[in-house]
């Protein structure tokens, strides 16, 4: 009987295994996570689990991977893969032979430069058990240092204001959310934090952190000390693909993969935040992304693959955050707009919809409160895919139904 083994018991890897029994793979599937906890949601690490105390969210009860017939291995790290004789070492001693294999491993938060050994008041935020950590040390009136103001260090901060915690946030560039927001949407998400009493700090750099037994403290490059009773860095993730590269895949920011999820190895596919992949909308410019349904999409499309279906890669990316009330959601890629056009909606919301020079529509940043800006969000990625060349003085205008640009 034909045994796909699926390396990695996150969204993508849990994702790709119900979907092979979705699609009649009837022979054996194995998923070896290193976590304790069943396949969850890293979604709400920053935001409801944490102000709640929630337990995982679990993207499926053990019930359901018994009925389907999915064998989980919680606990468990893959060591190694022999690529020739076609066999997974595990850390609990055993062995997996398997016919194909699924890389799922996701990716890790990027270390403080510098920084090693076990901190107590200087964390990172990716798993349940950080975010369970984060929320035991955060009582009201904790001094709560970020490092980052990318998605989940500004995340963290909304989360840390309504527990009651002071917050400040050292962001190393002149400004937040540098990394594919454009600067009108992170102002909004600036001013937010303000008005909520976050204090954030721009545009300088990091000389040194430390900790003991009182405290931890930020030293910056202008001579500032931040003494705080934790500090999170939150600057960023990299890939898990040692595993990957020490069995001779090529790696290119990622795994690499070609548009059909399939790595240098003809019977190891890879998917998730640990692969980089062709982006056909872009002309076919290799990226990796780190997002929720990215994750839930290619875990679809590698079970298709795994199974022969040959089908690319064919969605837009697409990302949201949620701080205080406000939702910030983007489409497609921005770098390459040469004509930024802003549609301005109800409550203050509004959406920028960003033109290449050819007037092709290839990103859309929206911000709103609750589910304001979602839907033509939702258009937008439907227009990216279609490569519409929309009117630009339509696009500005709140009256014209974006549905009638994708129809034309
Ligand atoms: C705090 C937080 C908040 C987020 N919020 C949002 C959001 O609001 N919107 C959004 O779009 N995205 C968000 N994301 C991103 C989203 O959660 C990820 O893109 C998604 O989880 C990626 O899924 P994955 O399965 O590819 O990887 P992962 O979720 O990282 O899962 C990979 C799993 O593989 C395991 N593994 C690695 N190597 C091995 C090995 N050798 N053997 C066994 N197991 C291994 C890892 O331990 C991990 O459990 C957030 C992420 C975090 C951390």
Redo the contacts with the bound molecule.
């Keep these: 009987m034909s045994h796909i083994v699926i390396?990695?018991?996150?969204?993508?890897?849990?994702r790709a295994a119900f979907a092979l029994r979705e699609k009649g793979f009837d022979g054996r599937i194995t998923l070896?996570?290193?976590?304790e906890h069943l396949?969850y949601?890293?979604?709400?690490?920053?935001?409801d689990a944490l102000l709640h105390g929630h337990a995982p969210k679990l993207v499926s009860d053990a019930a359901r991977y018994a009925e389907a017939g999915i064998a989980v291995l919680t606990g468990?790290?893959?060591?190694s893969i022999d690529p020739t004789a076609k066999i997974v070492q595990l850390s609990n001693g055993t062995s997996r032979d398997y016919d194909q294999l699924l890389l799922?491993?996701?990716?890790?938060p990027r270390p403080f430069p510098g920084l090693s050994g076990a901190n107590h008041r200087i964390r990172t935020?990716?798993?349940h058990g950080d975010?369970v950590a984060i929320r035991a040390a955060l009582q009201p009136d904790t001094h709560l240092a970020i490092i980052g103001g990318g998605?989940?260090g500004l995340?963290l901060a909304a989360t840390a204001r309504k527990l009651g915690a002071q917050v400040t946030l050292v962001e190393g560039l002149p400004r937040i959310l540098s990394r594919g927001v454009p600067e009108e949407v992170a102002t909004v998400v600036a001013d937010r934090h303000k008005a909520e009493g976050a204090e954030i700090i721009c545009g300088v750099k990091i000389q040194e952190l430390s900790e003991d037994r009182d405290g931890a403290r930020i030293r910056l490059e202008d001579g500032r000390t931040i003494a705080a009773d934790l500090i999170v860095v939150g600057i960023g993730?990299v890939p898990?693909v040692e595993?990957a590269q020490d069995a001779g895949l090529v790696i290119d920011n990622g795994i690499a993969v070609d548009e059909h999820l399939r790595t240098s190895v003809p019977d190891i596919f890879a998917?998730?935040?640990?692969c980089s992949f062709p982006l056909r909308h872009y002309g076919g410019r290799r990226v990796r992304?780190?997002?929720?349904?990215?994750?839930q999409d290619?875990?679809l499309l590698a079970a298709a693959n795994l199974m022969g279906a040959g089908e690319a890669i064919a969605s837009v990316p697409?990302?949201?955050?949620?701080q205080y009330d406000l939702t910030l959601q983007i489409a497609g890629l921005a770098d390459g707009t040469t004509q930024t056009i802003r549609r301005d909606m109800a409550d203050g919301a509004f959406i920028l919809f960003h033109l290449d020079a050819g007037g092709r529509l290839i990103a859309a940043s929206g911000i709103g409160t609750g589910n304001a800006v979602a839907r033509d969000i939702r258009l937008a990625e439907m227009m990216i895919a279609a490569g519409v060349r929309p009117d630009p003085v339509a696009l500005a205008a709140a009256e014209t139904k974006l549905k009638s640009l994708l129809a034309a």
């Design positions: 390396i990695g018991a996150g969204e993508c890897g849990a070896v996570g290193e976590e396949p949601e890293r979604p709400p690490l920053s935001k468990v790290t893959v060591e799922t491993t996701g990716a890790r935020l990716r798993t975010t998605f989940i995340e993730a898990n595993l998917a998730g935040d640990c992304l780190e997002a929720w349904r990215n994750a290619q875990g697409w990302f949201w955050s949620d």
